[in-house]
T-cell receptor
Framework: KNQVEQSPQSLIILEGKNCTLQ??????????LRWYKQDTGRGPVSLTI?????NTKSNGRYTATLDADTKQSSLHITASQLSDSASYIC?????????????FGDGTTLTVKP | DAGVIQSPRHEVTEMGQEVTLRCKPI?????LFWYRQTMMRGLELLIY????????DSGMPEDRFSAKMPNASFSTLKIQPSEPRDSAVYFC????????????FGSGTRLTVV
């Protein structure tokens, strides 16, 4: 069964600090892994998309890594800001002939405090 | 582009009533997805369309749920009759081609069934 597990479930950090969120998956055959940021009351917004051949991708202060061998990904946030407070969701898709199902993690809730 | 547009933003209805949620995908996107998000179950895919054709509706919980996409610019998700356990945030997302390009989510419809 395809699964995506994220850790920690929640995290509180001080403004300006760095943090790393983890995502482990068992989706096979692997197609791509995406990180989304979801602000309270809003829809998820894509941060990064990585395929099998990519092991790192950055989007501003967000850097995602992918280890396809160990089936792990991380999202590193540098110099956190109050606006980074949100839920971060890891989504993994399996290769399919059509645009298909993705497996969503339960998310990590990040709170950045001043 | 205005993004994925969903309406209404909030809906409160009595148990047994029919509820219709609406979605306008991004122009040019040919895949449309309906998701449901709850605290207990996270984001769940209900159904997705490709070129207006339903491809996978295995996530639709019961026959009370139905979705249509009469044209490339409009989709509806209908619940009839609604029940309190249907209370959730319903998201519509669209993408171009496969999910390799990521989804663009709407702002969601918060449904409360009392």
């Amino acid at each position: 069964k395809n699964q995506v597990e994220q850790s920690p479930q929640s995290l509180i950090i001080l403004e300006g600090k760095n943090c790393t969120l983890q995502c482990n998956y068992t989706v096979s055959p692997f197609s791509n892994l995406r990180w989304y940021k979801q602000d309270t009351g809003r829809g998820p917004v894509s941060l990064t998309i990585m395929t099998f051949s990519e092991n790192t991708k950055s989007n501003g202060r967000y850097t995602a890594t992918l280890d396809a061998d160990t089936k792990q990904s991380s999202l590193h946030i540098t110099a956190s800001q109050l606006s980074d407070s949100a839920s971060y969701i890891c989504v993994v898709s399996a290769r399919a002939t059509n645009a298909g199902k993705s497996t969503f993690g339960d998310g990590t809730t990040l709170t950045v405090k001043p | 582009d205005a993004g994925v547009i969903q309406s209404p933003r909030h809906e409160v209805t009595e148990m047994g009533q029919e509820v219709t949620l609406r979605c306008k995908p991004i122009s040019g996107h040919n895949s449309l997805f309906w998701y449901r998000q709850t605290m207990m179950r996270g984001l769940e895919l209900l159904i997705y369309f490709n070129n207006n054709v339903p491809i996978d509706d295995s996530g639709m919980p019961e026959d009370r749920f139905s979705a249509k996409m009469p044209n490339a610019s409009f989709s509806t998700l209908k619940i009839q009759p609604s029940e309190p356990r249907d209370s959730a945030v319903y998201f519509c997302a669209s993408s171009f081609g496969t999910d390799l390009y990521g989804y663009t989510f709407g702002s969601g419809t918060r449904l409360t069934v009392v």
